[in-house]
């Protein structure tokens, strides 16, 4: 029994010091063991694919393994308040969207995060432009034409969801003069094309790659794209900012994020690995053809960018009274 | 004569040794998820997909569609044997082929499930072949109008095809309608129902319901009944189907592989609603109504077709569109990404051997399937010999498994505990728990087209009936009210339910 104490007791005095020692050393032995990557979506689509397009690189780099892990849901929140709560030890980072920090912040009074102090954001790994555009057999040529034809009849808007980036840059050109009313369809794309080729929609925001995807095949006409310049793919089409409505930029982002708490250290050579991973010759060019933009910034510029945009989306959000609650 | 080269270009390029390896891989693959009760082919093909990025595209995604028409075959296997849909689109099959188990023909059931589904399969690669571009069109020209219609039509026909009170089955569509109410509203974003739970924004999880109201119920109900459980199913006849059955089957067979033929091309639930239209349909024509939900062999070979045969269409908007109808296929278009193709209509032309390959290597996966699964029945059979003490924890484990891997949450789980005990409160009550799944499936899609035609009509109801085809399902639908109405079949259901019924 004495002896069983003794073990005990050395056993507890070796674990003690194992944890006072603990901070420098897990920073420098980091990573040690397999890192999660929590996707706040489903399997598949783009937020599947350029994490792992991505996390394939980073995990070269920091010579471990990184687990995907979808929890999708509530358009990213749950993913999202997961990573927020996970332990910050640098085993459990994640990807973050422009929906959970800059958008849904201005729409929900109840959020399983907080936007400005839940995350520090490792890098942007890709950031997509949108683009307007009508279906072919539209007589519209141009915003111009678009706007006439909005004085005339009211139009119709196709959206994948209320909110949303299709949304909010929907309501952004209201502004401009070109008034519809929105329509949403949960099932996104391919719905709303369906409904912009029988006649139903008059128009539609949705990133440049898709709307090109439908250009290329002759059912749709883009118009102009919410880039601050414009797209390689698009060489003919103008961006807002040459129309005229410079306060039409707007892109969806894909950001690679870890909870706030994670030891300083840790974070550097993350941000780092992402740094590195968006700058390889492979990354580069398959952003370009699936016509994703990027900025590389620091953690301390990306806490900046999401903040301003935040403000930015409030405005819009207050300005046109979007109400979800 | 083009279709043939194509063809050529197509079975070469899946005859290959390596593509043939993948599609083996595949469908063996996903025969087993697809037995597993509840480990569905998405849990599967997310784990796979990282493997897949070192194969060639046409290899990786020959065994990706693979595991995906595996786990149909196999979704069935469980629904027949254990009472436990492996799929949505399987919920059907549960009726009348867990019946024919119970009397001794699980054997005869498996087979006319494999032979129906190869058939189906069959039939699908080649109208895929041959009109995957018009077939394509078609779902185009289908608005917000049509698609409410085609979900009236739906929903009255689930009353039709439920078996007992037509109270009681008019009750359980709306208690569906109802749950389907649970989540964001579309076309405001208001969250309804939700109890300020982050896991109902999206409603309820329709695979923890069904696993709930099926498994789970089931389980709990068979506990009741001390040591009787599993002698009354051990009695395994014969396995394969006689003449009589075969005859029996075959009309099913063909006019459940047109109904998912033409079912198929719609996004949400096509699997689904083509395997309840061909269970009501089979009802309807049969000289034997009273059979149904007693193991009438149609009640299988019927629905069975049709879930394949809509499984293998659903390809159409992908492949053509660049349109994935549900998630299997948004992983399909996932997988292309990786490798730099942007699926849609300039697959066809741009990497023809691709397209052609995989359309090829459904057929030969179909083929292996047959292959794979005749000689499995036996074995699959013999699972009833488990004793049930055995069975029962392996199968509420795969079925936590199951649910918990459609969201990663364990918030699931707990909504299937929850559903299992409602569910035994249905058997308790003999309420029929397929109407109010499909209330579940439709009302939400219902709801969203109903309100979307009002938005584009500006409030204006005669939108409605503004189109033929929408004209046409909703005089369809009357049809349907009228008979279910009418004192004659009234009358002819009370007799056809009375023996099942005696209390």
Redesign the interface.
């Known amino acids: 029994m004495k002896k069983l104490l003794v073990c005990l007791l050395s056993l507890g005095v070796c674990s003690l010091g194992a944890l006072a020692g603990v901070t420098p050393a897990v920073a420098q032995q980091w990573p040690n063991r397999p890192i999660r990557f929590i996707v706040p979506w489903?399997?598949?689509?783009?937020t599947?694919?350029i994490s792992?397009?991505y996390n394939?690189r980073v995990s070269a780099i920091l010579g471990q393994t990184i687990v995907h892990?979808?929890?999708?849901?509530?358009?990213g929140?749950?993913g999202m308040?997961e990573l927020g709560r996970a332990t910050p030890d640098g085993y459990t980072i994640g990807m973050a969207n422009a929906g959970q920090l800059t958008i849904h912040p201005n729409?929900y009074a109840?959020l399983?995060y907080d936007a400005d102090t839940s995350f520090v954001i490792l890098g942007m790994m890709g950031m997509s432009p949108m683009a307007l555009a009508v279906p072919v057999q539209s007589p519209v040529r141009s915003v111009a034409d678009l706007r006439a034809l909005s004085q005339r009849r009211?139009l119709?808007f196709g959206t994948a969801?209320?909110?949303g980036p299709h949304h909010l840059a929907a309501e952004l050109l209201r502004k401009t003069g070109v008034a519809g009313?929105p329509?949403?369809?949960?099932?996104g794309?391919?719905?709303i094309?369906?409904?912009m080729?029988?006649g139903?929609l008059d128009a539609n925001f949705d990133t440049v790659y898709q709307q090109n995807?439908f250009q290329?095949?002759g059912r749709y006409r883009i118009l102009a794209v919410t880039s601050r310049e414009r797209m390689p793919q698009l060489p003919d089409v103008p961006t807002f900012a040459e129309l005229g409505n410079p306060e039409i930029n707007l892109e969806t982002f894909y950001a690679a994020a870890a909870p706030s708490g994670v030891p300083a250290p840790i974070i550097a050579r993350l941000a780092a690995a992402y740094a590195e991973a968006a700058r390889s010759p492979e990354i580069v060019s398959?952003l370009q053809?699936?016509a994703l933009t990027n900025v590389h910034l620091t953690p301390p510029e990306l806490a900046t960018y999401i903040r301003d945009w935040r403000e930015r989306w409030r405005l819009v959000i207050e300005e046109q009274n979007i109400?979800?609650? | 004569m083009e279709l043939l080269n194509h063809l050529a270009l197509g079975f070469s390029t899946a005859l290959s040794m390596q593509n043939l390896l993948y599609a083996f891989i595949g469908c063996l693959l996903g025969t087993l998820i697809g037995v597993l009760p509840g480990l569905g082919p998405v849990a599967t093909m997310s784990m796979l997909l990282p493997a897949t990025f070192t194969l060639q595209p046409t290899a990786a995604l020959i065994m990706l569609a693979g595991i995906y028409y595996g786990a149909q075959y196999g979704g069935s296997t469980t629904a027949i044997l254990v009472k436990l849909p492996g799929e949505s689109s399987s919920v059907v099959t549960v009726l009348d082929g867990h019946e024919m188990a119970r009397r001794g023909r699980a054997g005869i059931a498996l087979t006319t499930a494999a032979v129906g589904s190869f058939f189906a399969g069959t039939v699908g690669t080649l109208v895929i072949a041959a009109f995957a571009l018009p077939l394509a069109s078609v779902a185009l020209s289908f608005g917000p109008p049509e698609y409410f219609a085609l979900m009236v039509v739906g929903l009255i026909g689930s009353i039709v095809l439920a078996s007992g009170s037509v109270l009681k089955a008019i009750a359980m569509v709306v208690l569906g309608l109802s749950l389907g109410l649970v989540g964001t509203d579309t076309q405001s974003g208001v969250e309804r129902f939700t109890f300020d739970t982050e896991e109902l924004v999206d409603g309820l999880n329709f695979v923890a319901v069904t696993m709930g109201v099926f498994g789970l119920a089931e389980i709990i109900a068979n506990l009741e009944k001390h040591g009787s459980v599993g002698s009354e199913i051990t009695r395994v006849s014969t396995l394969f189907p006689t003449r009589e059955d075969w005859r029996r089957m075959w009309p099913a067979i063909l006019r459940g592989t047109g109904i998912g033929t033409v079912l198929g091309i719609f996004p949400g639930g096509g699997p689904v609603i083509s395997s309840l239209t061909s269970y009501l349909v089979e009802r309807r024509v049969s000289k034997n109504p009273e059979e149904f939900g007693k193991g009438a062999i149609e009640g299988v070979a019927g629905p069975e077709s049709a879930n394949n045969a809509a499984a293998q269409i659903s390809f159409i908007p992908m492949l053509t569109l660049g349109i994935p109808s549900n998630i299997v296929m948004a992983m399909m278009a996932g997988a292309m990404m990786m490798h730099s193709i942007q699926p849609g209509p300039q697959v066809m032309t741009r990497n023809p051997e691709l397209f052609w390959g995989l359309i090829a290597s459904m057929w030969i996966g179909n083929v292996m399937l047959l292959v794979l699964n005749l000689p499995l029945v036996g074995i699959w059979v013999r699972f009833l010999t488990i004793p049930y003490r055995f069975l029962y924890p392996a199968i509420i484990v795969f079925c936590c498994i199951g649910v918990y891997s459609v969201n990663n949450t364990v918030f699931d789980i707990f909504q299937a505990a929850f559903w299992g005990v409602v569910g035994y409160g249905f058997l308790k009550l003999k309420l029929e728990p397929a109407p109010m799944l499909l209330g579940l499936i439709l009302g939400p899609m219902m709801e969203e087209n109903f309100r979307r035609a009002l938005v584009l009509s500006r409030g204006d109801f005669g939108i409605f009936v503004s189109t033929p085809v929408a004209c046409t399902f909703l005089v369809l639908a009357a049809i349907l009210l009228v008979v279910l109405a009418s004192p004659a079949l009234r009358k002819k259901r009370e007799v056809a339910f009375r023996e099942e019924d005696p209390a």
Request: proline share 4%.
């Open positions: 489903g399997a598949g689509g783009i599947d694919t792992r397009m394939e892990e979808y929890r999708p849901g509530a358009a929140r749950i308040g729409l109840r399983p009211s119709n969801g209320i909110a009313v329509i949403h369809y949960r099932g794309g391919g719905e094309m369906a409904a080729l029988n139903a995807i290329q095949d398959w053809e699936m109400r979800v609650q």
